[in-house]
């Protein structure tokens, strides 16, 4: 018998061997602390990861694209989204998707299913992708709070009224509240932040679908076209122009794509779900149901967005003002955006800071600085383990992403090159290069062309709303200010 096959027997018999209560009542088969997580509290992870900052470009994004095109594309994002996160779901365990080994990161996924160079690629999209998510969340934080600001001041002061505020304080305050919260030790600790910034996802989205619902209702026609944004439209500082018209679909894209991009996180959501049943199927009945939700509020903020709006939706639909009363109302709905993007970014930012600790631990397995943790006293609660290592680098990284947003506060560009970096590497080719790894589907059958279809047609919408993105980027800098960012 050969070590490999001695190994699954050892984790066969584990996995049969075991009480009712399954390993014990504390621990799991991998001799970790019992995961409580189910159907529902995934939903949450996934919501909070995907119901972002995104959903308030969806009007924007479906402007360029028109009537015929923007619901459509919504549609098959959502579609493609939750077939590949099935694959994905699927490769959770090694070999059985029962009782295999675990894959605790979706880095662990790729190194098991897919091994080699592809693990150093993918690990590098992964965490550039978070680390961009991080300043995308940044920037748009700064927004909201701007717009609170702004709301209040178009009150008292009159629509007309120039009312400029500049963003740098509110990215300062943003990355220190980050700082706090980034000490959170990781992913199982932070279910409650989870659960707070799904609900605070559906206020503000709610907020925004019932303003285009209203707004649509006072002027009791729809607007818009089949087409999408008409040439010769006067669009902040730019004229649109045939050239510009194609960017800007392709922006959409990126925007859509992101809008729907949480696949980086999954497999660390799904270490949270405990078992039986298996994590697998619980994972596709959250997916399922959090892509169903998620589509519905999509399709309703972008269709609305843009029947009030038209041709001039803004970029980002609460905070462009395009809706200027009620005040207090806009101001509930930016301070829900911020409190939901505070929990977000941990959410994002944990698997990031989990990789970091856990290489320096590997680099350095006798470093004091490192392993040391200081207990803090907190009256009324638990002490607090706090690591050193873990409060100056976590601190640093925040620092880095809050300095970084304040250089490039663009947030359709933003936005639309994140969707693009990430949306094929991690949310089509990896899933899909696992599952026929793990499924050993041979190659040029029916089933492995279709998967490679898919992976190809995503591939080119990535390169074209990563182009109009950076074309959007180009055309804003020239008429940019670094540190000097005011609306």
Known sequence: MTMGENHHRQVFDVAVNVPPQGGSKCYDDDGRLKRTGNVWTASAHIITAVIGSGVLSLAWATAQLGWIAGPTVLFLFSFVTYYTSSLLATCYRTGDPDTGKRNYTYMD???????????????????????????GYTIASSISMMAIERSNCFHSKGD??????????????????????????????????????????????T??????????????????????????????????????????????????????????????????????????????????????????????CGCFGYAAFGDLSPGNLLTGFGFYNPYWLLDIAN??????????????????????????????????????????????????????????????FVIITTVVSMLLPFFNDIVGILGALGFWP????????????????????????????????????????????FAGVLSDLKVYKPFKTSY
């Open 109 to 135: 996924a790729v190194r098991s299913n897919l091994g080699g160079f592809q693990v150093k690629v993918c690990g590098a999209i992964q965490y550039l992708n978070l680390f961009g998510v991080a300043i």
């Open 160 to 205: 007309n009224s120039p009312c400029r505020v500049s963003s740098n304080p509110y990215m300062i305050a943003f990355g220190a509240i980050e700082i706090v919260f980034s000490q959170i030790p990781d992913f199982d600790q932070i279910s409650w932040l989870s659960i707070v910034a799904a609900v605070m996802s559906f206020t503000y989205s």
């Open 207 to 300: 907020i925004g679908l019932g303003l285009g619902v209203g707004k649509v209702a006072e002027s009791g026609k729809i607007k818009g076209s089949l087409t999408g944004i008409t040439i010769g439209t006067v669009s902040g500082t730019h004229v649109v122009t045939e050239t510009q018209k194609i960017w800007r679909s392709f922006q959409a894209l990126g925007a859509i794509a992101f809008a729907y991009s949480y696949s980086l996180i999954l497999i660390e959501i799904q270490d949270t779900v405990k078992s039986p049943p298996a994590e697998h199927k619980t994972m596709k009945k959250a997916t399922l149901l959090s892509v169903a939700v998620t589509t519905v509020f999509y399709m309703l």
């Open 335 to 396: 301070a829900a955006i911020v409190i939901h993007l505070i929990g977000a970014y941990q959410v994002y930012c944990q698997p990031l800071f989990a990789f970091v600790e856990k290489t320096a631990s590997e680099w350095y397995p006798d470093s004091i600085f490192i392993a040391r943790e200081v207990t803090i006293p907190i009256p009324g609660y638990k002490p607090m383990k706090l690591s050193i290592f873990r409060l100056i680098w976590r601190s640093i």
């Open 426 to 469: 991690l949310t089509v080719y990896f899933p899909v290069e696992m599952y026929i790894a793990q499924k050993k589907i041979p190659k040029w059958s029916s089933r492995w062309i279709c998967l490679q279809i898919l992976s190809m047609a995503c591939l080119i919408i990535s390169i074209a709303a990563g182009v109009g993105s």
